[in-house]
């Protein structure tokens, strides 16, 4: 993480942020303040920060129920993440479970959320629910998808693990369902601004570059190891 600063710590985790929080929180300001004053965009990007962050301590908290501790998390610019061994998880139903509760807690979130813009209906407040709930839908089914490092791609390996007794091939097979994931979002992306000349889709091809980069990381590790 560049220029990571520690902002506050919560139920003992140290929270970090770098030089990429402060960025995209800039970005969401700017783009916010189009629909909002000033004061409710600077509220939308503190609310959209919680609800990461809600997602990410929903792994922790599980995992600690399993006595797996996380030793921080980090805010940049393509979320947060949550720093734990999960192979300290032992068994397979144990990874499935922490993984699986993030998004949930997001999907719950914006629920929530739903309910609250049925009794608002026709205001600014109501237009402002509304951006913060499809942001935690998407949060919550993006990473559903079945590929690591997403908590999809760490259910696809404990699923693999429990039916064949094999850590490792469940995990070889969620990094390659990853990068089937990452490349089928990018070469989509290309596609449609080629067809479109639209670049709203440019973001989610940032984060499938990331999530590649991931991906192929753990995947010259896992064949150094087999050396």
């Known amino acids: 993480m560049i220029l990571s600063k520690k902002l506050f710590t919560i139920f003992g985790v140290p929270v970090f942020a770098d030089i990429g929080c402060l960025i995209l929180s800039s970005i ?29 301590f929903g792994h922790i908290l599980m995992a600690r129920f399993f006595n797996t501790y996380t030793t921080k998390v980090d805010m940049f610019f393509f979320g947060a993440m949550a720093h734990m061994d999960l192979g300290e998880l032992d068994k397979p139903i144990r990874i499935f479970v922490v993984a ?15 309910l ?3 009794i608002n209906t026709h205001s600014i407040l109501h237009e402002f629910l509304s951006i913060l709930l499809r942001i935690n839908l998407l949060n919550g089914f993006f990473n559903l998808l079945p590929g690591f490092p997403l908590d999809g791609g760490h259910c696809v390996t404990a699923i693999i693990w429990q039916l064949t007794n094999n850590h490792l091939k469940g995990l070889r097979i969620s990094v390659l369902s990853g990068m089937i994931v ?46």
């Open 28 to 56: 969401l300001i700017l783009l916010s303040n189009v629909a909002f004053n000033v004061y409710f965009s600077i509220l939308f990007v503190i609310l959209f920060w919680l609800s990461i962050l809600a997602h990410e």
């Open 116 to 118: 609250l813009t049925t």
């Open 182 to 227: 990452s490349g089928s979002i990018i070469i989509s992306t290309i596609i449609y601004f080629l067809i479109s000349f639209d670049s709203s889709l440019t973001f989610a091809a940032m984060v499938s570059c990331f999530l590649l980069t991931q991906q192929f990381e753990m995947k010259n590790r896992m064949d150094n190891d087999n050396d």
């Open 100 to 114: 699986i509760i993030g998004p949930l807690i997001s999907l719950l979130i914006a629920l929530l959320l739903y």
